[in-house]
């Protein structure tokens, strides 16, 4: 298989093949971001579309300066944006399941895994619990916390994707935590209020 750099070199060169390379590469990654952020499949859907599209009209314009990934990830912070600031996106309720199964990573509690029906429905209601406390934070700290603890980017590579400084990338992140720590104190006190 071709590495990025030989991929986007033969998309500059107009091999529509290499671009559907591309796109079944990065697909998965495109749409849980966005997914991540919006909570809407199929607004995930659309925007994943726009983001491959951008990339495919702008080809040209990625120089190579850093890596393919990077700029990927860059448009499609930025699509993210653009589709928030279109449409304000309500706070969904939180669900009490997530305090009884919180012993992983956000992302280990995303992934899916083969169990019977009753831990099926249980990890649903989780992930479902999860997406919904990530979707109540402010846009940007819905963002980071994607591009950290979902896609495990590094600091560095957030800075990039995201356009502000380490600091900046350091401190949204810990506010993002802290906001995501102080829902759950309050659900949790909610939840006890009505034993």
């Not at 448009?75 to 399941?97: F, R, W």
């Not at 305090?99 to 169990?115: F, M, S, V």
Request: aromatic share 10%.
């Amino acid at each position: 298989m071709n590495s990025d750099i030989e991929l986007i070199d033969l998309i500059k060169k107009g091999n529509h093949a290499a671009f559907e390379q591309i796109v079944t590469k990065y697909k998965s990654t495109v749409f849980n971001i966005i997914y991540s952020v919006t909570g809407d499949i199929s607004e995930a859907d659309d925007i994943s579309q726009e983001v491959f599209a951008k990339i495919y009209f702008s080809i040209n314009s990625f120089k190579g300066k850093s890596l393919f990934s990077t700029w990927l990830y860059r448009i499609t912070v930025n699509e993210c944006m653009n589709a928030i600031n279109k449409k304000k996106h309500k706070t969904i309720s939180l669900d009490a399941e997530f305090l009884e199964k919180n012993d992983g990573t956000i992302k280990d509690i995303l992934h899916d895994n083969e169990e019977d029906i009753e831990k099926q429905i249980m990890r649903k209601e989780t992930q479902e619990f999860v997406r919904n406390l990530i979707l109540s934070l402010p846009e940007k700290y819905r963002i980071i916390i994607t591009l950290k603890h979902i896609e495990n980017l590094s600091y560095e590579e957030i800075t990039k994707a995201m356009n502000v400084s380490m600091d900046k990338v350091k401190i949204w992140l810990f506010r993002a935590r802290q906001n995501l720590k102080e829902k759950l104190v309050q659900f949790k006190e909610v939840g006890e209020g009505e034993l």
